[in-house]
């Protein structure tokens, strides 16, 4: 089952009557009772808002069109990192966003999705050479992190000269971090691109570039969530003043593209969707206007904020408890599906949203409980001492803001299975019954038990058996 497509104008009507995100996503819940996606057997879903990320698409591409000189050429590739799901990076290929990629799985995605090589970008730090060879044939755009990748790629491309991939290098600024260290990518030490103020490192790039009249692409990532706007700007600033030297030294324009990278952050505190990419691209091109003047061309590799508002895990309490005095609700979304709030819940807050056993928004007092999930660790929390309305067994929770990097990274604690995920659009005309007005398509089907065997040593079930003669490495 899929979901038609409609024009811009009959969706933007649609939202403004519908009252936005938070009400559609109101409809979806109630919809995805009504109409049994939530059973028994699978009592956790993940939904997906259709309309949203080609909102989310559309603003991306907006922004920038209005702050870069006309013609020029702009690339935004989404990090498929964030949401690793074919439906999505198709529906995305649709909106004109490509493909950021940093694993041979990655790079599968897209290609399944249709994402063209001239949309998809290469950026794991570890490439093997069999992975670059491989960018070159395709004819994709590959970000080398280190001289030793480099060195690789001399003899790669000395090899297929007539490879049709740009190729670009990665530097770190070395600006500094943000608000959470395991996604701040330009500090000093940090193990991404070539350390910028690292001593001699500035003249060996400028070096390496005159010798490589091919690699014409500086690319830097100041870092993901928490790092601060103005800090990414600065990122930025540093890769064109460095790419400004390279061309000046060589004597012609031989970078040509600037690739951005990623990391506006998300709002995780209410469903306003802030900082904008207006914000953002406007901020860049007062920042470093050079870049902004039609010589350059640009890539961004934005992944959270694409996807994140965009998706909600609905989970039923399994039952309803209190431990010291505080109420507890057992639900089936835990580390499974949130597994950075699980083990840093500082650093990841979730908002969680409580509906009745009927998926309308609960009218039950609030009061402050724990919502848990169901791996067996004691720190399995969604959320600890939370003011919601009471829950109840059989209601449901909706762990909001969870489109980017949740339910689509699945994590295997306790042999948990991968939940269904279900794009949802309304239909204009709404429909008569409650939950009709709602449509749902299959992004990925729910894993099963069986798979969970199979993916877990089930067909070598005898292969560590001490009357085994050898192990022997049959697949
Ligand atoms: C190189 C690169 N680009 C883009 C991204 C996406 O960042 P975000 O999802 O914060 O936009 C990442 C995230 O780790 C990254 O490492």
């Not at 259709?50 to 920038?64: E, H, Q, Y």
């Not at 990414?232 to 951005?260: C, S």
Request: charged share 20%; proline share 6%; aromatic share 6%.
């Amino acid at each position: 089952m899929g979901l038609n497509r409609e024009n811009d104008r009959d969706r933007d009507d649609r939202n403004v009557r519908a009252g936005g995100a938070p009400a559609r996503r109101d409809r979806a819940v109630r919809a995805a009772v009504v109409q049994g996606l939530l059973t028994e057997e699978q009592p956790v879903i993940a939904l997906l808002d259709v309309d949203g990320i080609r909102a989310s698409a559309a603003a991306l591409r907006t922004a920038f069109a209005e702050v870069t000189a006309p013609d020029t050429a702009v690339l935004h590739a989404f990090a498929v990192k964030a949401t690793p799901l074919v439906p999505v990076l198709r529906l995305l290929n649709d909106e004109g966003i490509g493909a950021e990629v940093a694993s041979p799985g990655e790079l599968a995605l897209a290609r399944a999705a249709g994402v063209p090589a001239e949309h998809t970008v290469l950026d794991s730090p570890a490439k093997t050479t069999a992975e670059l060879r491989e960018a070159l044939a395709l004819g994709i755009a590959v970000n080398a992190d280190n001289p030793q990748e480099l060195g690789r790629l001399d003899a790669l491309v000395a090899d297929a000269p007539g490879h049709r991939s740009p190729i670009g290098l990665r530097v770190n600024p070395q600006v500094g971090g943000g608000s959470i260290g395991a996604l701040s990518t330009a500090t000093a030490t940090s193990k991404f691109g070539v350390a910028l103020r690292d001593e001699g490192s500035r003249a060996w790039v400028v070096r390496a570039c005159l010798a490589r009249p091919w690699l014409t692409r500086l690319h830097t990532h100041t870092g993901s969530q928490g790092v601060p706007l103005e800090l990414m700007a600065r990122g930025v600033r540093a890769a064109y003043e460095l790419a400004e030297e390279i061309n000046a030294a060589v004597g012609r324009q031989q970078i040509d593209t600037l690739d951005l990278g990623g990391g506006l952050p998300v709002n995780f505190a209410s469903d306003e969707e802030t900082p904008t990419y207006a914000t953002y691209a406007r901020l860049l091109r007062d920042t470093v206007p050079g870049l902004f003047d039609g010589r350059y061309g640009l890539v961004t590799e934005f992944g959270r904020s694409l996807l994140a508002k965009h998706g909600t895990v609905l989970a039923r309490v399994e039952y309803a408890k209190s431990a010291g005095g505080r109420p507890i609700a057992v639900t089936h979304a835990g580390a499974q599906l949130a597994t950075r709030t699980v083990y840093d819940p500082a650093s990841w807050p979730l908002r969680v949203a409580a509906y009745d056993a009927e998926g309308r928004p609960s009218t039950a007092q609030a009061v402050a409980q724990d919502v848990a999930g169901p791996a067996c660790f004691a720190g399995d929390l969604l959320a600890e001492n939370r003011t919601l309305p009471l829950l109840g067994q059989g209601d449901l929770v909706a762990a909001l803001d969870t489109g980017a990097y949740y339910f689509s990274n699945h994590y295997a604690y306790n042999s948990l299975a991968r939940p269904g995920i279900y794009g949802f659009a309304e239909s204009p005309d709404g429909g008569d019954n409650v939950g009709d007005g709602v449509r749902f398509a299959t992004v990925r089907t729910p894993q099963t038990v069986e798979e969970i065997v199979a993916e877990s040593g089930g067909p070598h079930a005898d292969a560590l058996r001490a009357d085994r003669e050898s192990l022997p490495r049959d697949r």
